[in-house]
Each structure stands twice: as structure tokens, then as C-alpha cells.
């Protein structure tokens, strides 16, 4: 049985950051900013302006902005978690402001945005593992809640659409549900927005 372990990122685990989004999909392209920054200044970057900041997040931030799954001591996974608040274009997205459960400035309010798995290893339960430790990232953390804005697959596929692997970085309604997540919105037909209230647990 594959044995997968997570930790936060640290100082000095930049190179098994860049190693986890470098395997396939579009880590490699955002470098996990999509939601820290404007449309504009996500436009203005390149990729290695991105990566730069992510690094710069890893090595000199308050608090790891995520988690890395390493198999076999390879850096397998990558999962970005943290407060909404600190991810301000989530605010401005419909798929979250559908959720309206909690106040868009509320700080105890965290989010799975990111999970990305190398293409070599996917298929053996990495992002539900990710899903798990963000869960218990965010309540030693503090966090009030935890929302995630995963993809119906099953919707997708009912609907006869096929989704790409690149579209899974939200990650799918099961893998969230299995943490414990409860579903709160549908918005569209395809995106859904699940919630985890931490202080009941």
C-alpha cells in the first residue's frame, strides 16, 4: 500500500514545492497566485515572477501558505490552504459569493484552493490526502471554518463533459466530502461550494 505523508511547507522545503507543481497541469503556470492577485496583476507577471512569489511565501511567510504530500520521500502533492481573506480575488468570484455562509472579510474563514498531484503519481488517493491535513492545518491554526469550491464530476459527466485533470486543481466534490465537508451551494451546474464548521469538531 502506497504511504503518503504531509507536512506544511517550510524555509526549507522550496524545492520540494516546485518539484510537487512541476509534474503536469497548470501548477507550473500559476504557481498558486491565481487567487492572491488581481486579473490585472496576474496578467502583468510571468511565470517566473509567480514562482517568485510563491517561493517568497514559502520562505519568508508569517505561516506555510500550503502542504506538501511526498510518496517514497518524493514530493508528490502539493495543496494550498489558508484564510480567505488572504486570497482576495475569491471574493470577487461567483462561485464563492454563491456560498454566503460568512462574511467575505471574516479572517476565520479558511479555504482549499490548490491541490495538485505529479502526474506519475495520481490514482493513489494523494489529493484526498491533502483534502484530510488541510482540515487539521486550519483547526490548529485557528480557523473557524474551511471551504472548499471543488468540480462535479458526476455532474459533468451526466452532462456528457469530460474534465481535464488541469480543471481538477479545485479538486472534486468526493474527495471534499470524505474530509468532511457538507455541501451548501450548487451555483452552476458543474461547481460546487462545500463548507467544514471547525468549531463543532
Not at 511567510?61 to 486570497?87: I, K, S, Y
Request: charged share 25%; glycine share 10%.
Amino acid at each position: 500500500m502506497t504511504r503518503i505523508t504531509v507536512a506544511p511547507d517550510s524555509p526549507g522545503s522550496w524545492p520540494d514545492v516546485e518539484h510537487a507543481l512541476t509534474g503536469g497541469g497548470d501548477g507550473a503556470s500559476c504557481w498558486c497566485q491565481w487567487f492572491r492577485v488581481t486579473s490585472r496583476e496576474f496578467s502583468a507577471s510571468s511565470r517566473a515572477d509567480l514562482r517568485e512569489d510563491l517561493r517568497e511565501e514559502v520562505e519568508h511567510g508569517m505561516r506555510p501558505p500550503g502542504l506538501v504530500a511526498h510518496v517514497g520521500g518524493v514530493a508528490a502533492g502539493w495543496c494550498r490552504v489558508g484564510p480567505r481573506t488572504e486570497q482576495p480575488r475569491l471574493a470577487r468570484t461567483r462561485i464563492v459569493r454563491a456560498a454566503g455562509t460568512q462574511p467575505l472579510d471574516d479572517a476565520g474563514v479558511w479555504a482549499v484552493t490548490c491541490l495538485v498531484v505529479r502526474r506519475e503519481f495520481r490514482g493513489q488517493g494523494i489529493a484526498r490526502v491533502l483534502a484530510h491535513e488541510a482540515v487539521e492545518f486550519a483547526r490548529t491554526h485557528g480557523a473557524s471554518h474551511l471551504e472548499a469550491y471543488p468540480v462535479d464530476v458526476g455532474a459533468r459527466k451526466a452532462a456528457g463533459t469530460r474534465t481535464s485533470s488541469n480543471e481538477l486543481f479545485h479538486g472534486d466534490i468526493g474527495i471534499f466530502e470524505s474530509a468532511g465537508f457538507a455541501l451548501v451551494a450548487h451555483p452552476t451546474l458543474t461547481r460546487a461550494v462545500m463548507t467544514l464548521d471547525l468549531r463543532d469538531s
